[in-house]
C-alpha cells in the first residue's frame, strides 16, 4: 500500500425490538431493547486500529421477581479499542489475511457497574472464500462478571 495510510469511519446502528420469550416465565412481560455503535478505524497495512462507542438499552414492562429486570430503564455504554495484525504479504480486496489482535475496553451502565474487557483474536479471511476466527475474552465488574470463548466459520458467495 505504499506506506500510506487508509482511514474509514464505520457508523454500525442496531435495531430495536420487542421480545416475549415465554409466557409462563415471563407473566406476560415483554422488553424493548436497542443497541447502536459507532466506530473509526484506521489502516496501515499490516495493522489496523479501531476506536468504537456502543450504547444500549433494556426496559421491561414491570419487573419480576423470578429474573432480572432492571429498576426503570436499563443504559449501558462501552467505548474500546481494537488493534489487529494482518500477517499477509499482499494487501488488495481479496487477498488472504491472517490475522491477530486484542479489544480492550471499559464500560458503565446505570446500576453502577464500571466493567473493564479483554479479548484476544486470532484467524484468517478471504482463503477460496473461506474465513474462520477464534476469539477469547474476559469481563470484570463489581456485578457483573464473564469468560468468554468463540469459533467462527464462514463462507462469501
Known sequence: MDGKSLVTTNITTGSVSTNMPNRETWERN???EGVAEASYRLLFFPHSLRLWVNGYFYDTIKENEMY?????TFFAGQVGVHWRHGLGR?????APLFFYGIYTAIGANTDGDNSPMLKGE??????NGWSLGADAGRVWGDKYEEASAAIKLEYLF
Open 68 to 72: 432480572w429486570t432492571p429498576d426503570g
Open 30 to 32: 415483554y422488553a424493548h
Open 90 to 94: 499482499r494487501h488488495f480486496p481479496g
Open 122 to 127: 486470532v484467524g484468517m479471511q478471504n482463503w
